[in-house]
Each structure stands twice: as C-alpha cells, then as structure tokens.
C-alpha cells in the first residue's frame, strides 16, 4: 500500500462470537478498499487467538490491515472450564470501565504510527460507547451486528444474566 487515503478503525467485542464473522468482513472491505488502512483493535489474547496462533489456519490478512493490541486488563486462558467461564463472566465488567480509554489510545497510536487519522469506525453492534469515540475524532461510524436469534435478549437482560451465570458457574 503506497499512500493511504483513510484509515478505519475496528472496533469488535472481544467476549462473544462475533469476532471471526467482523474478521472476515474486514478482509474482504480491505481486499476491495487497497488505499485504506484498517487498524483492528482487541484485547491482546483474542488477538493472538484470531491472528496469531497455530491453529488459525485462515488466510493471512491483507497489507492494509493492521492489527492493535489494546491496554485491557483482561486475560485468561483458552481452555474452556467452568473456572475459566466464571473469569470470563467476571472480567467483563473490569474491560468495560476501560475500554473508552484503551481504545482512544490505541487509536491515537495508530493515527500517529499509520500518519493517517481515523475517518470511520466500525464496530460491533454492543460497543455502544465507540460512538463517543467517533464523535470525538469527527468519524462516522458503522454498527455491525451480528445476525443470531438468542443472542439480542440475553445482552438486553445482561444485568440479570450475569449474576445467574456466576451462581451457576462458580458453583
């Protein structure tokens, strides 16, 4: 990629399953889209687990697809256990209160690093507070949502959810 024109910034929600089908959006955006940067942004475990490790046998990304480790406090393990759920369930609410600030920084860095600015987000549908972002970078942004049937009442009760699902998986 010679001179880039824009850059987008990516925006998923590292806790769930929509990030393999925004990786693969983003890809096919950046195969048709060469003079645009996208700078993806996650928490440094998900990132390793989607870009870096030896079971992803996926393509290898696009040159204009850039891949950013955001400063969460949030880590575990990728063996699924009842004990590694309930960390899962409990490290939500700890990446939340962060996230604004991570990712604001993360993207200051990559404007810096790419000498593009950030022209539009796109994001995962549930991280609502990357609109303030956007507003702050005088962005448009673009909300994906993940299309599945159960999913949408299970965020819209979260704050039922959660409490349950510690009850049933710390048990």
């Not at 955001?70 to 996230?99: N, R």
Request: proline letters at 6%.
């Amino acid at each position: 990629m010679m001179n880039p024109k824009s850059q987008v910034a990516v925006i998923p929600f590292s806790f769930s399953g929509h990030l393999l089908p925004l990786v693969n959006l983003v890809r096919r955006l950046a195969a048709n889209a060469p003079d645009v940067i996208f700078s993806f942004f996650n928490t440094a475990s998900s990132n390793k687990t989607l870009f870096y490790s030896s079971n992803n046998q996926a393509e290898p990304l696009p040159s204009n697809v850039k891949v950013y480790d955001i400063a969460a406090t949030v880590t575990w393990e990728e063996e699924t256990t009842k004990e590694l759920k309930s960390q899962m369930v409990g490290a939500l609410e700890p990446f939340l209160e962060v996230a604004v600030a991570s990712f604001e920084d993360a993207i200051n860095a990559a404007v810096k690093e790419n000498g593009v600015r950030v022209s539009c987000l796109l994001i995962d549908g549930l991280m609502v507070f990357s609109c303030k972002i956007a507003e702050k970078l005088q962005a448009k942004w673009v909300a994906v949502w993940v299309p599945t049937l159960s999913i949408l009442p299970a965020y819209i009760y979260r704050d039922l959810l959660v409490p349950l699902l510690k009850a049933v998986l710390i048990q």
